[in-house]
């Protein structure tokens, strides 16, 4: 059983006077968001009144709005862990000890410049023994009460905890620091995983062109089996006719996740909060507003995508001579077809996928790592695939009638697309 070694203000006593507890023999009274108050630094109650709903929050497992003592201890061992991996990524030198070097390059990492009589403020708010660094005992302490879990939200906390100035206008980014930002970090990582975008989807693309000829052709009269069909596309058209589509897939790449990082940026700011980083289901809403608006963007290419891979051999001469061709014979609302049910299942998709992406890579966190913050390329990898699967289970009934809207040169509604494709 570990020790809560804090000194903590007891309510029916005057702010000067204090009592120790151990985690063993904490006051009953502790369960509601205000006994809670005992708990914190005696400041406004303003300033932390979130921080104590959040901690209640993440300990109450019966949702009766309070915490019990033994949701109290679970909370703290859970929380003591991210502590520990935090302390970790700050302890550059893994002598077990955080100095004001240490605090500094921590900090210039996430592009904040401070002194070093600022990061020695920092130090002595935490240090006890007056050494100027900061063991794993006094770390813990000081922010054990606190929820924070990773670097950019103890900066803030440190922040209101010592004063520390570091610009009023500054929110500590979640995706790319400040000097990533300056530097151009930002714009070189889209670019990176755009290449990689047109990688994946090049070697990918016969089997996309598969799923999209299955979508529009296969019914029960017609069941069209993974092999039929690419013998069917290379008796047509040849091997190279696999990659029919691939050239404007890759091309939206580009537009597409540039659209959706710069409006998923500006969504988390605009429903979350400067102090806190989003939680599950603000990052549901971000994530699929975010691909609405990319979506709505770039919808006439994912037509044209369609189109092409549909196309019979010497339908069309490129991709400008299939959209003008369209245009021609079906009008501009041809580029849209498909737009109401695409945009329905972007909610379920892009939302779920990153909810569930962020949800597996946290629990893995929290139940594996012992050394570092960082869960390596092979478990993200793991929880991409997973989420994007999840995503696509969620939103595959709305994509199949989307590419059936996009193919056909009549015009449909949804529901009738939806009813063809139940009953035939």
């Not at 240090?127 to 929820?147: A, F, V």
Request: charged share 25%; glycine share 8%.
């Amino acid at each position: 059983m570990f020790c809560l070694s804090m000194y903590v203000p007891v309510l029916d006593q005057s702010p000067a006077e204090f009592q120790y507890f151990e985690s063993d023999g904490l006051p009953s009274e502790l369960k509601s968001i205000f006994s809670l108050s005992v708990l914190v630094p005696s400041q406004e109650f303003s300033t932390y009144r979130t921080w104590r709903q959040k901690i209640v929050k993440a300990g109450d497992k019966d949702r009766d709005g309070q915490l019990d003592f033994e949701e109290f201890v679970h909370y703290l061992r859970d929380h003591e862990k991210k502590l520990r991996l935090v302390f970790r990524s700050l302890d550059k030198k893994n002598d077990g000890r955080i100095d004001a070097q240490e605090i500094m390059q921590s900090l210039r990492d996430l592009g904040v410049t401070i002194s070093e009589q600022q990061a020695e403020k920092i130090l002595k708010s935490m240090d006890k023994n007056g050494t100027m660094t900061i063991d794993w005992n006094e770390w813990r302490d000081y922010h054990l009460l606190h929820p924070a879990e990773n670097i950019p939200e103890i900066i803030l906390y440190w922040k209101h905890s010592t004063i520390f100035d570091v610009g009023e206008n500054l929110i500590v980014p979640d995706e790319f620091t400040v000097e990533e930002k300056q530097t151009g970090m930002w714009w070189r990582h889209l670019v990176a995983g755009g290449g990689a975008g047109a990688v994946s989807r090049t070697c990918t693309a016969p089997l996309d062109r598969l799923k999209v000829l299955m979508q529009v052709h296969a019914s029960r009269n017609n069941n069209m089996s993974i092999l039929g069909g690419f013998t069917t596309m290379i008796r047509e058209g040849g091997f190279r006719s696999l990659w029919r589509g691939n050239g404007i897939n890759v091309i939206k790449i580009a537009p597409e996740s540039a659209i959706k990082f710069m409006a998923y940026e500006q969504i988390k700011r605009l429903i979350g909060s400067d102090q806190e980083t989003l939680g599950i289901r603000e990052r549901l809403v971000a994530g699929s507003l975010a691909g609405v608006i990319a979506q709505s963007s770039i919808y006439p290419m994912e037509v044209l995508k369609t189109r092409m891979a549909l196309r019979k051999t010497g339908q069309y001469n490129g991709m400008l001579d299939c959209g003008k061709k369209i245009l021609l014979k079906e009008g501009m609302a041809a580029f849209y077809k498909g737009y109401v049910p695409n945009m329905l299942g972007i909610i379920p998709y892009a939302g779920i996928d990153l909810a569930v992406y962020e949800t597996l890579k946290n629990a893995w966190l929290n139940r594996y790592a012992t050394s570092s913050a960082d869960p390596g390329v092979f478990v993200l990898l793991a929880c991409g695939t997973i989420s994007s699967t999840c995503g696509q289970l969620a939103s595959y009934p709305l994509a199949l009638v989307r590419t059936r809207m996009q193919a056909e040169g009549k015009p449909w509604h949804i529901s009738h697309c939806f009813w063809d494709i139940v009953w035939h």
